[in-house]
């Protein structure tokens, strides 16, 4: 199947278009994809290209502060990091009305990202119920957690970090779906992650998955550290295509 790779910019936000060619101009299943942190949209692109072969509608969005936006990072700790994700959650919507208003999306709207493009699915599933389905590859559902590991991690390192730290961060409460995973529902869920992951721990998933035994998780675990194979790319296809097909 030949597919079309499109650069388009929505407003201010950077994006690559991907979908089969012949189907550019039909409703389809909408995901968007995140890219990771320090990265950009290119990097999520066979992804998006193998999403696109099974007849999806696949938008790779740059994050703030990377890829074709990219900034200086702050010398704060993780203060670049979490406006990253930030404003994601802020241009989601505004991505999806958007191909809405083409006539572009089939009612089925969908999200996924690695590493921050995880943690960003996460959040977003907390607040947006017309998500049909979700993959979190190297992510974690607890921003909260993550917030108090940097703030140790950092301020034991010798960093800098605000005494008001938590609070500057407060909005991420209403998108840790750790805490409250009654937002899932049951919307089916991939979490794939490495036991060996050295930048967002494995057990954060973990814990989640044991704990929340009615809810329509799928978990891939493998002896990995934070990487993605061609392999995993291959199952994040297969769960959307069951899930959203």
């Known amino acids: 199947m030949k597919v079309?790779?499109?650069?388009r910019k929505i407003g201010n936000i950077p994006v690559l278009e991907v979908v089969p060619e012949a189907?550019?101009?039909?409703?389809?299943?909408?995901?968007?994809?995140?890219?990771?942190?320090?990265?950009?949209?290119?990097l999520v692109l066979t992804q998006g290209r193998k999403?696109?072969?099974?007849?999806?509608?696949?938008?790779?969005p740059d994050a703030a502060n990377h890829g074709e936006r990219k900034t200086a990072l702050s010398e704060i700790p993780?203060?670049?990091?979490?406006?990253?994700?930030?404003?994601?959650l802020f241009?989601?919507?505004?991505?999806?009305?958007?191909?809405?208003?083409?006539?572009?999306?089939n009612g089925q709207i969908a999200v996924g990202g690695v590493s921050m493009g995880g943690m960003?699915?996460?959040?977003?599933?907390?607040?947006?119920?017309?998500?049909?389905?979700?993959?979190?590859i190297m992510g974690s559902p607890s921003m909260?957690?993550?917030?108090?590991?940097?703030?140790?991690?950092?301020?034991?390192?010798?960093?800098?970090?605000?005494?008001?730290?938590?609070?500057?961060?407060?909005?991420?409460?209403?998108?840790?779906?750790?805490?409250?995973?009654q937002k899932l529902g049951q919307r089916p869920l991939l979490f794939w992650h490495g036991t060996q992951d050295e930048k967002i721990p494995y057990q954060d998933v973990e814990a989640f998955v044991e704990a929340n035994p009615e809810a329509n998780l799928q978990f891939i675990s493998r002896e990995e550290?934070?990487?993605?194979?061609?392999?995993?790319?291959?199952?994040?296809?297969a769960f959307f295509v069951t899930s959203l097909q």
């Open 4 to 7: 079309a790779v499109r650069k």
């Open 23 to 42: 189907l550019i101009y039909e409703p389809l299943p909408l995901i968007i994809y995140y890219h990771g942190w320090q990265t950009s949209k290119e």
């Open 51 to 60: 999403l696109a072969r099974a007849n999806f509608r696949v938008i790779l």
């Open 78 to 88: 993780s203060l670049t990091f979490w406006q990253s994700i930030q404003t994601n």
């Open 91 to 105: 241009e989601f919507a505004y991505l999806v009305d958007f191909f809405e208003n083409l006539g572009l999306v």
């Open 120 to 136: 960003t699915t996460c959040g977003l599933l907390c607040q947006h119920p017309e998500i049909t389905a979700a993959a979190c």
């Open 144 to 181: 909260i957690s993550y917030r108090a590991r940097i703030q140790t991690h950092a301020g034991a390192a010798g960093f800098f970090v605000p005494d008001d730290y938590a609070k500057l961060l407060g909005w991420m409460d209403d998108y840790d779906l750790q805490s409250q995973p």
């Open 225 to 237: 550290r934070h990487l993605v194979r061609g392999e995993t790319m291959d199952q994040v296809t």
